[in-house]
């Protein structure tokens, strides 16, 4: 009788790593996904928008206003009581500002808001009394380190009878 020696089998490692197909799968799913949500999230941001302006016509109007003071430069450019947006290019010129039609947050004319109206106040503050506002001329700018704070307010009109006045803190 002979034996034959069999030799162990020897499992073949196949090579490490993803296929291409795998990635491509894994790419287009999460692309996917990705364009899902960005357009659910613009969809609830215009949602939002569209239900703030219907439920408070005057609180939307004078929250575009903050939005346009809070990205307008701080370096006084010697030109106060804007009455149009295009008037508008820094923050002094917010300073007993009138705006009817009414504007939105990039200047433009807000459509649809016949008889409305803005009329804009800014003031300075001192930090340690954010009760009484200062002397100091809101025009001729504030430095970041001066321990002062502009205040905004917003009234807003309809028909020329006030409806509602917002405020705001501003840095320097």
């Not at 969809?43 to 609180?59: F, G, I, L, N, V």
């Not at 809070?70 to 500002?97: C, E, H, K, N, Q």
């Not at 808001?113 to 930090?127: H, I, K, R």
Request: aromatic letters at 10%; proline letters at 8%; glycine letters at 8%.
């Amino acid at each position: 009788m002979t034996y034959a020696v069999v030799a162990p089998r020897t499992r073949r490692a196949g090579p490490a790593g993803f296929t291409l197909f795998e990635v491509l799968l894994a790419v287009f799913i999460l692309g996917t996904a990705l364009v899902a949500s960005t357009w659910s999230m613009t969809a609830t941001a215009r949602t939002k928008e569209a239900y703030d302006q219907a439920k408070s016509p005057a609180q939307f109007l004078a929250q575009e206003i903050c939005t346009l003071a809070d990205g307008l430069p701080r370096t006084p450019i010697g030109m106060t009581g804007a009455t149009s947006g295009f008037a508008v290019v820094a923050l002094d010129s917010l300073v007993g500002a009138h705006f009817s039609p009414p504007i939105l947050a990039d200047g433009s004319v807000a459509p649809g808001f016949d008889g409305w109206a803005q009329s804009v106040n800014l003031s300075v503050y001192d930090l340690d009394d954010l009760a009484t506002p200062t002397a100091a001329d809101p025009a001729a700018g504030l430095a970041p380190e001066a321990g002062s704070i502009y205040r905004l307010d917003v009234e807003v009109s309809l028909d020329g009878e006030p409806v509602d006045t917002f405020s705001w803190w501003i840095n320097p």
